[in-house]
């Protein structure tokens, strides 16, 4: 884990949150003794939180696809 002191983590705190990045913590150090831990902050973003695909098809369109698709799916699994 990396310490720095209060006036090299002011001097260099670009790569200091870098290294925060990176290592999950870094610690500051006052002139006093007290330590203090700056540590990235997690995001609450979903794996599903996809980004939209724009498409030219109207709802009709798409529901008739998706049954087309299914239907094709179903007779597959009944030649098994």
């Known amino acids: 884990m990396n310490v720095y ?4 983590a ?11 990045a990176a290592t999950g913590k870094v610690l500051i150090r006052r002139k006093d003794g007290s330590t203090f831990a700056l540590t990235p902050e997690k995001t609450s973003k979903s794996p599903l939180d996809v980004p939209s695909v724009k498409a030219d098809i ?8 998706v049954r087309k698709e299914r239907g094709k799916a179903r007779a597959k699994q009944r030649r098994r």
């Open 58 to 65: 109207s709802t009709r369109g798409l529901v008739s696809l």
């Open 10 to 20: 002011r001097q260099k705190f670009a790569g200091v949150l870098n290294t925060a």
């Open 5 to 8: 002191t209060y006036s090299e």
